[in-house]
């Protein structure tokens, strides 16, 4: 058990160190290449050397959706990159055209199904799970140290 925790802590927390942020797929509009449920790691770039075919996580709107799609056309209007883009799975393109400073990235490698969990550990009352069951993981590695010192004082004590 400990170590399944060890290893999601470095797929969640030290991926971050390295540059990479990470989201949840949450709709099937890059299927089959991104599955719902997946654990996407997102790499910033330079979003000069981004051309079509592409994909890029970007943010999509005011309310700070996060969208990944791939970019069907680079546009230059006024000076700034756009992107048209366009989910996989998709008939049409986006709506909206994507500004370059609203790119957050591209995806490097997903983990399937991790995305569901990273997700509901994220939100109450998820985190509060979390919260307790590393508790009780710390509690059971470190109670049996803490018995071996009483019981070892206590036999010492006796002779």
Not at 49 to 66: K, M, Q, W
Not at 77 to 92: I, M, P, S
Request: hydrophobic content about 45%.
């Amino acid at each position: 058990m400990v170590a399944i925790i060890f290893v999601f802590a470095i797929v969640l927390v030290i991926m971050r160190l390295f540059g990479y942020s990470l989201y949840t797929v949450m709709s099937g509009s890059m299927e089959p290449e991104y599955h719902v449920g997946s654990l996407i790691y997102v790499k910033q770039v330079n979003t000069d050397e981004l051309e079509e075919g592409d994909v890029i996580t970007f943010v999509a709107d005011e309310n700070n959706t996060v969208v990944t799609h791939r970019i069907e056309k680079v546009i230059n209007e006024d000076g700034t990159r756009k992107f048209q883009t366009r989910g996989d799975a998709n008939d049409v393109a986006d709506a909206k055209l994507v500004h370059n400073k609203n790119v957050l990235g591209v995806p490097t490698f997903q983990i399937p199904i991790l995305g569901y969990l990273a997700f509901y550990i994220q939100r109450p009352p998820g985190i509060y799970i979390a919260l307790v069951a590393g508790t009780l993981l710390l509690a059971t590695i470190i109670a049996p140290t803490l018995n071996k010192g009483k019981e070892k004082t206590a036999s010492e004590k006796k002779n």
